[in-house]
C-alpha cells in the first residue's frame, strides 16, 4: 500500500537557487511544497497521461523537485556512493531501465547481471542490455512507491545537478520489493527534507544548429583512428560537437541522409529481421538494447518499438538532421545511423548486432548503404 509521508514547510529549493523563466504557469516566486502539489494534482486531473519530466517543465520546476515535493506516494530520498547502490540492483531481478533525453525514451527489461565500475563509470550488462552510467553527473536520488494503474509501482531515480533525470529503474510483477526495501534503507538519504540545491539548467548547447551549407567544416580534416567512436561513447558524445565531428570526416565515412533515415532503418530491420543496437543517452547514462525489433508503430509525432523487453519513443518532429556513418574501431568498422536535434544533442544512434571480436553483418552494412538512395524530405 502506497504510503503517505505529512511534509514540514519550506520552499522547494534553496533561497539562493537562480529562478527558472518558463512559462504562464510559473508564479514569481517559489512555491512551496503545498502549493507545488496543489498544481501538479490540478495539472494531472487534466491531463492525466502528462510524463513527469513534461509536467514539471509546464510548472517552472525540475523533476528532481517535482519528486521531492511530492505527498500522494512514499518517496524517500538516497544517498551515494552511486556505484554501490546501482551494484544493488541485482537484487532486484528482472527491472525495466529507462534512460531519456529531450526527444527519445528507451525502456529495457533486464537484469543487472554484471557491474563494473573504472574511474567513475559503471558499466552495466544484462540479457540483451548494456548501460554505461556516468556517476560525477548523478546529484540526486529517490526511491519511489507510488500507485499505478492499479498497482503499486516501486522505481529507483537519479537526476543530475539542475534536477534533470539521467536514469531510472523500474521493477516489475516478479521483481523482489524485500530487497528493494532492503536498498532504499541502506542508502537512504539522512535528511529527507533537507531542499535541493539545483542550479539553473547546465546542459551545454554551444553545438550550432545545422546548416545545408557547411561551408566552414571543410571535410579535409583528420580524426585520430577511433576518434569519433570514443567520443560517441562518453556524456559529451551524447551533448555537445558530435555534428561538427561528422562534418570533418570524408564523404564516404558520414553523409547527411534524409531526416527520418533512422525510423526506415528501423522499418527495414524490422522486416528483415536484422538484429540491431539501438542506444540512448544524456550526459549521465546511455543505454542501448541489442537484439530484433518487431512491432513499430507511428502515434501522433511519436514513432514507437513496442516489443516485450523493448520499447522506445522517439518524438520525430523534434529530429533536425540524421548522418549514416562508418567509423573504424579495433574491431572493424562500425556502421550507424544517428540523430540529432536542433541545438546538435544526438538522440538517438543505431548499429548493427555484432560481438566485440566480429565484425558487423553485411546485411547491416546494406541495409545503411540503401539509405543514401532515398530522397530527403
Given at each position: 500500500m502506497v504510503g503517505s509521508t505529512g511534509l514540514?514547510?519550506?520552499?522547494?529549493?534553496?533561497?539562493?537557487?537562480?529562478?527558472?523563466?518558463?512559462?504562464?504557469d510559473r508564479p514569481d516566486r517559489r512555491d512551496t511544497r503545498h502549493e507545488l502539489m496543489t498544481r501538479w494534482q490540478a495539472l494531472k486531473?487534466?491531463?492525466?497521461?502528462?510524463?513527469?519530466?513534461?509536467?514539471?517543465?509546464?510548472?517552472?520546476?525540475?523533476?528532481?523537485?517535482?519528486?521531492?515535493a511530492r505527498t500522494d506516494a512514499e518517496v524517500h530520498r538516497l544517498d551515494g556512493p552511486w556505484d554501490r547502490l546501482?551494484?544493488?540492483?541485482?537484487g532486484l531481478g528482472p527491472v525495466m531501465a529507462l534512460t531519456r533525453n529531450d526527444?527519445?525514451?528507451?525502456?529495457?527489461?533486464?537484469?543487472?547481471?554484471?557491474?563494473?565500475?573504472?574511474?567513475?563509470?559503471?558499466?552495466?550488462q544484462g540479457d540483451g542490455m548494456q548501460l554505461r552510467l556516468f556517476f560525477p553527473h548523478w546529484h540526486f536520488g529517490f526511491a519511489i512507491t507510488e500507485?499505478?494503474?492499479?498497482?503499486?509501482r516501486c522505481s529507483l531515480q537519479?537526476?543530475?545537478?539542475?534536477?534533470?533525470?539521467?536514469?531510472?529503474?523500474?521493477?516489475?510483477?516478479?521483481?523482489?520489493?524485500h530487497s528493494f526495501r532492503e536498498l532504499v534503507s541502506e542508502y537512504r538519504h539522512p535528511s529527507r527534507w533537507q531542499d535541493l540545491a539545483v542550479t539553473d539548467d547546465a546542459a551545454i548547447r554551444n553545438e550550432r544548429p545545422h546548416d545545408d551549407t557547411e561551408q566552414s567544416n571543410p571535410r579535409n580534416q583528420r580524426l585520430?583512428?577511433?576518434?569519433?567512436?570514443?567520443?560517441?561513447?562518453?556524456?559529451q558524445g551524447w551533448?555537445?560537437?558530435?555534428?561538427?565531428?561528422?562534418?570533418?570526416?570524408?564523404?564516404?565515412s558520414a553523409r547527411r541522409i534524409r531526416d527520418d533515415g533512422f525510423q526506415i532503418a528501423l522499418e527495414h530491420a524490422a522486416e528483415a529481421g536484422i538484429p540491431v543496437t539501438l542506444l540512448v543517452g544524456n550526459g549521465g547514462a546511455l543505454q542501448s538494447h541489442t537484439g530484433s525489433v518487431r512491432r513499430l508503430k507511428q502515434v501522433g509525432p511519436w514513432f514507437n518499438v513496442l516489443d516485450p523487453d523493448f520499447s522506445l519513443h522517439l518524438r520525430s518532429d523534434g529530429i533536425a538532421c540524421a548522418w549514416a556513418l562508418q567509423e573504424q574501431t579495433c574491431d572493424g568498422i562500425v556502421t550507424s545511423v544517428e540523430i540529432f536535434a536542433a541545438a546538435g544533442q544526438r538522440i538517438a544512434s543505431l548499429q548493427g548486432q555484432r560481438n566485440p571480436d566480429q565484425e558487423e553483418t553485411s546485411e547491416w552494412r546494406a541495409l545503411a548503404a540503401s539509405l543514401s538512395n532515398h530522397p530527403r524530405v
Open positions: 514540514q514547510p519550506g520552499s522547494v529549493s534553496s533561497p539562493g537557487t537562480p529562478a527558472r523563466d518558463t512559462g504562464p486531473s487534466d491531463e492525466p497521461r502528462l510524463r513527469a519530466r513534461d509536467a514539471a517543465a509546464r510548472l517552472g520546476v525540475s523533476e528532481a523537485e517535482l519528486v521531492h546501482v551494484a544493488g540492483v541485482f526527444h527519445a525514451v528507451h525502456e529495457k527489461v533486464g537484469q543487472f547481471e554484471q557491474v563494473q565500475v573504472l574511474s567513475c563509470v559503471g558499466q552495466v500507485a499505478f494503474q492499479k498497482r503499486t537519479f537526476f543530475d545537478s539542475a534536477g534533470t533525470a539521467v536514469h531510472k529503474v523500474y521493477l516489475r510483477r516478479r521483481s523482489d520489493e585520430p583512428r577511433d576518434g569519433t567512436r570514443e567520443v560517441a561513447d562518453t556524456p551533448t555537445i560537437g558530435r555534428i561538427q565531428q561528422l562534418r570533418a570526416l570524408p564523404e564516404h
